[in-house]
C-alpha cells in the first residue's frame, strides 16, 4: 500500500513569494496534519483537518493556510515567505481525528518538502 | 496545553550497550505517547505507542517504554545497541484530538 506522498520534495523560493505544498493521505484515511520541522528542532504542529474541516491551528501566522479536497488530499499554502520559514514541511494522516477520550489512532507521516527560503 | 521534555539532546552509546532515552510529560488528562525514530532524509517512523493500556510498551527492532505515571515518565529503552540505530528519536504527547506535541529529539550517535 502506498505511505503518505508529498511535493514537491525539495523546493527553493524567495523571500516574499508564496508557496503551495502537496499532501495526498494514505487510503482510507480521512485527517491531515501538517507540521514545520526546523533544522535541529521537533516538528511542531500547524493544521489538522478531518472531513474536509479545519479541527486545529498552532500558533502560526495567518500567512499559513491549508484546505483538504474531497478526496482528502490537502494543501499547505504560505504567502509572504521568510527567512524562518526555511524548514522541513511534514504531512502526517490518520484513520480519524480522536475525540477527548479514547484512543489516539497513530499518524503516519510523509516524507516531506524541504522549503529553502533565500 | 501538552508538552514533552528530552534531556541529553546528544547521547552517545557503543554498540551492544544498552540504550536509554529519557522522556517526561506534562498533561492535563490521560495522554497518549509515543516515541518516533527519524532516521537521515528519511520520514518520521512510529516505535511505540502507549494509549493507556499496558505500561510496558514494547515496539520495533527491540525498543521498549514504560510509562510512569507517578513520575510523568515515559522513558525509551533497548538492551543491545546497533549501528543502525543510530538516529534522531523524539517523544511525542499526543492532545486526544490526534495533535501532536513533540519533544526536541534526542541524536543518538552509535560508536563502533
Known amino acids: 500500500d502506498a505511505g503518505v506522498t508529498q511535493s514537491p520534495t525539495h523546493l527553493i523560493k524567495t523571500r516574499g513569494q508564496q508557496v503551495t505544498l502537496r499532501c495526498s493521505p494514505i487510503s482510507g484515511h480521512k485527517s491531515v496534519s501538517w507540521y514545520q520541522q526546523v533544522l535541529g528542532q521537533g516538528p511542531q504542529f500547524i493544521f489538522q483537518y478531518y472531513e474536509k474541516e479545519e479541527r486545529g491551528r498552532g500558533n502560526f501566522p495567518d500567512r499559513f493556510s491549508a484546505r483538504q479536497f474531497p478526496n482528502y488530499s490537502s494543501e499547505l499554502n504560505v504567502n509572504a515567505l521568510l527567512l524562518g520559514d526555511s524548514a522541513l514541511y511534514l504531512c502526517a494522516s490518520s484513520l480519524r481525528l480522536a475525540g477527548l477520550v479514547g484512543p489516539s489512532y497513530e499518524q503516519y507521516f510523509g516524507p516531506g518538502t524541504r522549503l529553502t527560503v533565500t | 496545553a501538552q508538552s514533552v521534555t528530552q534531556l541529553d539532546s546528544h547521547v552517545s552509546v557503543s554498540e551492544g550497550t544498552p540504550v536509554l532515552l529519557r522522556c517526561n510529560y506534562s498533561s492535563s488528562y490521560s495522554p497518549s505517547l509515543f516515541w518516533y525514530v527519524q532516521h537521515p532524509n528519511k520520514g518520521l517512523q512510529l516505535l511505540l505507542k502507549?494509549?493507556?493500556?499496558?505500561?510496558l510498551v514494547k515496539g520495533i527492532n527491540g525498543f521498549e517504554a514504560e510509562f510512569k505515571k507517578s513520575e510523568t515518565s515515559f522513558h525509551l529503552t533497548k538492551p543491545s545497541a546497533h549501528m543502525s540505530d543510530a538516529a534522531e528519536y523524539f517523544c511525542v504527547v499526543s492532545d486526544g484530538n490526534n495533535r501532536l506535541a513533540f519533544g526536541k529529539g534526542n541524536q543518538v550517535v552509535v560508536i563502533p
Open positions: 502507549y494509549t493507556s493500556a499496558a505500561t
